[in-house]
């Protein structure tokens, strides 16, 4: 316990203002004078013992009938470590533009509001902590500490498995941890959202797996930056939330981690730069088996990494031109609608110029053969009423396939390509026996067959004995009853028969496999 009279000027100054709640400023008048960044230069008239404010923090003294205590203090050097682990703390701590000689341990406190608008910190470690309301660390400068109780490596912010009822303000403010932790918050719990808008810079990896966050997320405009040893720059593994905004030149270099993520409403990477790790060794975005309803990748340019969205769930998909990079993986990525942005999300705009043919080349980025995707693609089609297009988009889910088949099964399926289109394409066959009738009537109507018994059998009719040879089941009474002496015809019309068998075989083999298939 401190008496009055070892308290220094600006510590008395704090003491009697605290029972009232009035805020205290310790700011210099020159002007330059109160750059946060060189608060280490600041000398005793504006220096208070962080054991003070803890002191007070913890009911050194009593409040004013009629007001309410708090400590508002500004423009001060604060000194010495400020050490609050385990305290429960009855009055909300307001800091702004102060600069701390040694970290902030908040460890399992109970606290209500807590601000640190525009200070320089050289780490807070608040893990396991309870904050009645907001956490506010607006325009703050926090540096790299030790590695902490919760966490091996250098942490900036911790908040891991803290719980806080309002929301954490980041808007404008830096976590340098470089290779480290710029925040560690797996497993926090909160009411209201968390906010690092335009401003925001993390050096190191934003880490919230785990999390629980109904309020939302809302980085837009954030720049994330030196990720941690494993490429990440933000940690959103099993995250349960509202909503994620990663827009407005939002900047992430190094991998943005989704996996197993929830979130019910939207996910928005609208304008977004993602960069991958340096590098390149690792993908951009991996978000297998995530969970959203609204999917907005309308990137400002193709990412430089792969995009994993294996066994991902989506409602609506939104992406562009440049959305994708070389490598997406899609096997068992799964979405209601499809919304290009040139498009305009309309079934009619996305069959003239949202192609199939590229959305066929945004399938085959996925490495190797997987057929989900491709079934996924012409169910999407076939909801929005594009027969055609659903199977254009199976016709060449069945090419993907035969690239990977050995040389007799592609040979046979070239053949299914040519002859029906592998049954999605019957009419080729029509186009097919329209030609070979056209050339047997007119390289059979200028020669004279030979009866195989005079004076027996249908006079003979090129056309219908043309069809006789290509029709392999029954018979028209002609193939039978004529035969030529030419070797060159006789030759021909074994081709018909033999043209016929394969169209035959291929028709049935085509639309037995396309109507298994659907």
Known sequence: MFSYDELTSPERELWDAFPEGRAVSLRADGPGDDRVVEGGRWGPERTVRASVIAALMLGARSGQPGAVPCLRLAGARIAGP??????????????????????????????????????????????????EGNLDLGRSIVESGAPSHFHHRITALSLTNSRVTGGVILNRAELNAPGGWALAGGGLVMEGGLFCRPGFVARGEVRLPGAQLPGGLYMNGARLEEPSPRGLALNLENCVTSTVVLSSGFVANGTVELRGARISAGLSFAGAVLNGPPGGNGPSLSASLMQAVDFDFTLARPPSGAVDLRGAQVSYLRD???????????????????????????????????????????????????????????????????????????????RHRRRTLPPAARAWGHLLDVTVGYGYRPWLAG??????????????????????????????????????????????????AWYWPEEGLQWLAYLLIAFGWILTTAVIAGVTRALQKN
């Open 431 to 480: 186009v097919w026996l329209l030609a070979l009738t056209l050339l047997g009537t007119l390289s059979f109507g200028g020669h004279s067959p030979k009866p195989v018994q005079q004076g027996q059998g249908a006079p003979f009719q090129p056309l219908v004995y043309t069809l006789d040879l290509l029709i392999p089941i029954g018979g028209l009474g002609q193939r039978a």
């Open 82 to 131: 400020l050490d609050l682990a385990g305290a429960q703390l009855a009055y909300a701590l307001w800091l702004e533009e102060c600069w701390f000689e040694e970290a902030v341990n908040l460890l399992g406190a109970t606290t209500q509001t807590l601000v640190f608008k525009g200070c320089r910190v050289p780490g807070i470690e608040a893990g396991a902590a309870r904050i």
């Open 320 to 398: 562009g031109e440049r959305s994708w990079p070389d490598v997406v993986e899609l096997d068992g990525f799964g979405y209601g609608a499809i919304r290009g942005d040139e498009a305009g999300g309309s079934p009619e705009a996305a069959g003239q110029r949202n192609s199939v043919a590229r959305r066929v080349a945004w399938i085959r980025r996925s490495p190797g053969y997987n057929p989900q995707p491709y079934e996924q693609l012409a169910s999407w089609y076939r909801k929005a009423g594009h027969d055609d297009e659903a199977r254009r988009v199976l016709l060449a889910r069945q």
